[in-house]
């Protein structure tokens, strides 16, 4: 039978995996709420999609690899160009950048960060009602 830490490596394992994919919900988030903006002068930059990493270091205490959302890095990929010689945001020559956020993209992103979220919660749960059961063990 596992022991207590065999317990605790398993939630806080799964708890830093959720403080990850949090993270990245909330890149991935920014990104969407941002997806249609322009520059705030004419012929500047929008903004610029950024991309979550992961890190994974050991915890010394727990003898366990945990992971934590790493460095949030600019996508460097071309900006959108659209034709808009009426927009305040465009160049002289009428075109207006906007950012290089594919919706669908980040949408998939996000869908897939949230299965790994609940999977991390999952953990949790299931550890939780383990300690549960052998609580009630040890009591009878």
Known sequence: ???????TKAMHIATSGLRAQAGRIRVLS???????????TA???????????????LDRALDARVVSLGAIK?????FRVKYEPGNPAADASGNVKYPNVNSTVEM???????????????VISATRRMI???LNILKS
Not at 1 to 7: H, K, L
Not at 74 to 78: R, V
Not at 108 to 122: G, K, P
């Open 108 to 122: 998939t992103d996000m869908r897939e960060a949230q299965r790994s979220y609940e999977a991390n919660l999952n």
């Open 30 to 40: 920014e990104n969407l709420a941002n997806a249609e903006s322009t520059a705030q």
């Open 132 to 134: 549960q059961q052998t």
């Open 1 to 7: 039978m596992a022991d207590g830490m065999d317990f």
């Open 74 to 78: 600019p996508d460097q990929s071309a």
């Open 43 to 57: 012929g500047g930059d929008p903004y610029r999609r950024k991309v979550p990493t992961f890190s994974s270091q």
